[in-house]
């Protein structure tokens, strides 16, 4: 196909190949690989992604003290890692404005909480093991917090029983964050049913899985094969900031169409200035 294409260009005159070029050049897609300027960071369909984010979400409910009697297992959810990575990719420190509303979070679940986590490096493990940490401010028997402390009660919600989460680089710095003005990471995780109600403590305390229900206990947690299954949902929020930008590839054709048409035109210009009486031809 190229070398006719080729061979056609060269039998006629340089205006002619000129407008042949200029309709490939329309026409074609732009192969162009977007410049990446940071580490790749793991999509959330990525499987070694999703067993960190779970298995550290579930270590931290196996661990809890006092031990707990109702800590359900919790499981990936896809839709909520959807939620989570459209509000990521916002590169705000700010808890998601559309909670409120749950059916502009989720397909599917009434109530829906979130966890935030902002740094200039990533790690799964670091980012939920600092929430986790929060326990050491946490006094179970009066619910009370000597500092933060919101973001352990929520990893260890008992009856919370999915997660989802995503992470997003921000190139430009995180707003709201004492180093907005520094590249960094923000890593979501959405959680359901919510937790951290007022009032509440985060579980009920007695032996591990004693108040399971007849559910199967694994490691102090309570799991049920039905509640854990992965749901797919053909769903993306309406406020995702990805529906209404343009991307890394959309910006690349953006830029490289209109700048090689000037340089077609250019090149064309001068050829017919310095040789007028130029043409190709094949024998």
Known sequence: MEHTLTNTCCTMGIWNRAVICLILLLTTPAVIRPVITDQT??????????NDCVGEHNQGRSNVNPPASNMRYMSWDEGLAVTARAWARNCLFVHNIYLRDSSKVHPVFKSVGEN?????????????????????????????????CGHYTQVVW????????????CPKGIKETTFSHKPGYIFVCNYATAGNYRGQKPYITGSPCSNCSGEKCEN???????????KRYNWTPSWDPALSECGSFCKAVLITRPVSLLIIFISVYCIQHYYPNLFAYTS
């Open 116 to 148: 935030l986590w902002a740094g200039t490096w990533f790690r799964v493990k670091d980012a939920i093991h600092a929430w986790v940490n929060e326990l050491q401010h946490y006094t179970y028997e009066t619910m009370s917090c000597s500092k933060v």
């Open 41 to 50: 960071i793991p999509d959330i369909t990525d499987q070694n992604f999703i």
């Open 220 to 230: 102090k947690l309570c799991r049920n094969s039905t509640r854990d299954a992965l």
């Open 158 to 169: 008992g009856n919370s029983y999915k997660v989802g989460c995503a992470v997003q680089f």
